[in-house]
């Protein structure tokens, strides 16, 4: 890989990494999601070693994490989105970088749409209170994969907040159209796999109790409808309406997806 030039290599991870499109009302598989953010640390790292072979490039710009350096890299990102903003946030907005700029920031641009990807730790009234005082077009969507902070516009630009061996924490500033086009894709194949938050409230709340999480993980593993009934102690026709109600809320075709589903929600880990 080191070998290859400056635009063959991006070339071949940019193509790597496009994720497939989901089809209309169906959700991502998991490996799906995981592949995408794969995907995502494998073109950051790739941007990050060409940069370091070709330094005059202005491709990538890395930055020190410092927050006033960072604050001015994202009000510039910002008066250059004129319809689309994409946000991941790892944490919760007090720990980012990105967050609280992006969502409390008011401009003339009402068209634009932000969309912000968060994990459960990510819904707090902090938010929820910075969401209002800022943009009216907010789209948020929760999900359970681990993320990385950042933050792309008009799928032209993005910042990355990174943790580098040699520079430490820093946010790298790519303004290389295809690989910033990359990332986005990636961003809307995890987007494609996530839940708005009144869903992923609604379905752990209707699947919290002890039975739904019993009857999950043995439709995780693939358990038959008969051994599942007889380990939980219940009838069969008891535990088949169970699993009824689960794949219901799930919104699942089959057993194997509900489980599958509820480790995407978060209500399974997959070593349990």
């Not at 907010?138 to 943790?163: C, K, W």
């Not at 380990?231 to 075709?253: C, K, P, Q």
């Amino acid at each position: 890989m080191l070998a290859m030039s400056t635009s063959d290599a991006r070339e071949t991870l940019v193509t790597q990494g496009r994720p497939s499109t989901p089809e209309r009302g169906t959700q991502e598989p998991a490996d799906g999601v995981e592949g995408a953010l794969l995907h995502a640390r494998a073109l950051i790292d790739l941007m990050v070693t060409l940069h370091r072979q070709t330094p005059r490039s202005d491709s990538l710009v890395i930055l020190p994490d410092h927050e006033a350096a960072v604050a001015n890299a994202v009000d510039v990102l910002l008066d250059r989105a004129r319809h689309s903003v994409n946000l991941t946030l790892p944490g919760s907005i007090e720990q980012a970088r990105f967050g609280a700029p992006v969502l409390t920031r008011r401009t003339g641009r009402q068209e634009r749409v932000v969309r912000l990807l968060c994990t459960p730790r990510g819904l707090n009234a902090q938010l929820t209170r910075a969401a209002k005082k800022g943009t009216g077009r907010l789209e948020t969507r929760v999900t359970h994969s681990t993320l990385e902070e950042v933050l792309i516009a008009d799928g032209q630009f993005a910042l990355v907040r990174a943790e580098l061996q040699t520079d430490g924490a820093c946010v790298l500033i790519v303004q290389d159209p295809a690989v910033a086009r990359t990332l986005d894709l990636l961003f809307a194949g995890v987007w494609g796999g996530a839940v708005p938050p009144a869903e992923h409230l609604r379905v752990n709340e209707r699947l919290s109790s002890d039975v739904a999480r019993r009857i999950l993980d043995r439709l995780r593993d693939g358990t038959t409808d008969a051994v599942g009934a007889r380990e939980i102690d219940v009838s069969l026709r008891t535990y088949r309406r169970h699993v009824a109600d689960i794949m219901r809320e799930l919104g699942a075709n089959s057993r194997f997806q509900a489980g599958m589903r509820a480790v995407e929600l978060g209500l399974l880990t997959p070593e349990d």
